[in-house]
């Protein structure tokens, strides 16, 4: 079984600054995704930014970027020019590929982020 | 719909009671999950629907869970003699199919259960 670790449950940061959230996990598997979802006060888990196992280059989406260091099972996520709109729950999550049944994610407990203007 | 929809937002329940939860998901979406998420924790997986066919369901954490989608698209999860420990939100979660990468996984508002 895959497990996913956030070692870190809360961080503040102020507005324009960046921050990083470390994530570590823990699978046998060779072939996997992983994820960072922000989940705000609303509940409506979304999809922040994803890294495929097989590729080296680190995913960047806008002021979101990762940092995947495969041999340590490491995932850590950095926001850059933190926004108050960033303030939320931060969760990683991993997937193991599975052809022809449901993929569904492993998520470590959570990071809570305070974005302070 | 727009987005998947989850109803109740809210249920309160006394211990013993039924419940069911509705998710509606994103139409023509083939794949469906249900998750619980204990307060301040991770979501954790409970089950899987590609299409009406429920395809894992190992993450239920009882035979008092029981989820359904008779007709691949609504889904209802029903909780029986509900006890304490099931007070979680319950989010659902669809994707047009069981290929990750490129149809990522929508999630709906949950339904928040609270039961006294």
């Known amino acids: 079984a895959q497990t996913v670790t956030q070692s870190q449950p809360e961080m503040s940061v102020q507005e324009a600054e960046t921050v990083t959230l470390s994530c570590t996990y823990d699978t046998s598997e060779n072939n996997y995704y992983l994820f960072w979802y922000k989940q705000p006060p609303s509940r409506q888990m979304i999809l922040v930014i994803r890294?495929?196992?097989?590729?080296?280059q680190n995913a960047t989406e806008n002021r979101f970027s990762v940092n995947f260091q495969k041999a340590a099972k490491s995932f850590s996520l950095k926001i850059s020019d933190s926004q108050l709109g960033d303030t939320a729950m931060y969760f990683c999550?991993?997937?193991?590929?599975?052809?022809?049944?449901?993929?569904?994610?492993?998520f470590g407990g959570g990071t809570r982020v305070l974005v302070k203007p | 719909g727009a987005g998947v929809s989850q109803s109740p937002r809210y249920k309160v329940a006394k211990r013993g009671q039924d419940v069911a939860l509705r998710c509606d998901p994103i139409s023509g979406h083939v794949s469906l999950f249900w998750y619980q998420q204990a307060l301040g924790q991770g979501p954790e997986f409970l089950t899987y629907?590609?299409?009406?066919?429920?395809?894992?369901k190992s993450g239920l954490p009882s035979d008092r869970f029981f989820a359904e989608r008779p007709e691949g698209s609504v889904s209802t999860l029903k909780i029986q003699r509900t006890q304490q420990e099931d007070s979680a939100v319950y989010l659902c979660?669809?994707?047009?199919?069981?290929?990750?990468?490129?149809?990522?996984?929508?999630f709906g508002d949950g339904t928040r259960l609270s039961i006294l």
């Open positions: 979660a669809s994707s047009l199919a069981g290929d990750l990468l490129n149809q990522p996984q929508h």
């Open positions: 999550a991993f997937m193991k590929l599975i052809k022809a049944a449901g993929n569904k994610l492993t």
């Open positions: 629907f590609q299409n009406e066919a429920q395809l894992d």
């Open positions: 890294q495929e196992a097989y590729k080296q």
